[in-house]
């Protein structure tokens, strides 16, 4: 049996969309990439100040292993609510390093 994961699609939002919890934007972009419904942002878009190393891991079939980001607005930590793949698998390297959110983070436009 073959498992295609093809069906899988990048999209490029050129649209400013925003990450924010707590009342505070930790995340701002116009290149986001959307994939399963979830937009990802650079490295660069996400303000680092607000972001804490988590020792989570998880692992997907088609993408690799994700890290974690803890979030900590105003003195509340949001655990485990970003993640990324540092070294994505060949089918995903499109978001590699690229951060996305759940927990209760909105990401709008």
């Given at each position: 049996m073959i498992i295609s994961y093809l069906k899988i699609i990048y999209l490029r939002k050129n649209k400013t969309m925003k990450a924010i919890w707590n009342d505070q934007v930790i995340a701002e972009s116009n290149d986001t990439k959307v994939v399963e419904n979830n937009h990802y942002f650079p490295q660069d878009a996400i303000k680092?100040?607000?972001f804490k190393n988590s020792d989570t891991t998880s692992n997907c079939?088609?993408?690799g292993t994700a890290s974690y980001y803890s979030i900590d607005v105003n003195?509340?930590?949001?655990k485990d609510a970003a993640w990324y793949y540092p070294d994505t698998k060949h089918a995903a390297k499109e978001i590699?390093?690229?951060?996305?959110?759940?927990?209760?983070v909105e990401v709008t436009e």
């Amino acid at each position: 049996m073959i498992i295609s994961y093809l069906k899988i699609i990048y999209l490029r939002k050129n649209k400013t969309m925003k990450a924010i919890w707590n009342d505070q934007v930790i995340a701002e972009s116009n290149d986001t990439k959307v994939v399963e419904n979830n937009h990802y942002f650079p490295q660069d878009a996400i303000k680092k100040e607000f972001f804490k190393n988590s020792d989570t891991t998880s692992n997907c079939p088609w993408k690799g292993t994700a890290s974690y980001y803890s979030i900590d607005v105003n003195g509340s930590l949001n655990k485990d609510a970003a993640w990324y793949y540092p070294d994505t698998k060949h089918a995903a390297k499109e978001i590699e390093g690229y951060v996305a959110f759940w927990k209760g983070v909105e990401v709008t436009e």
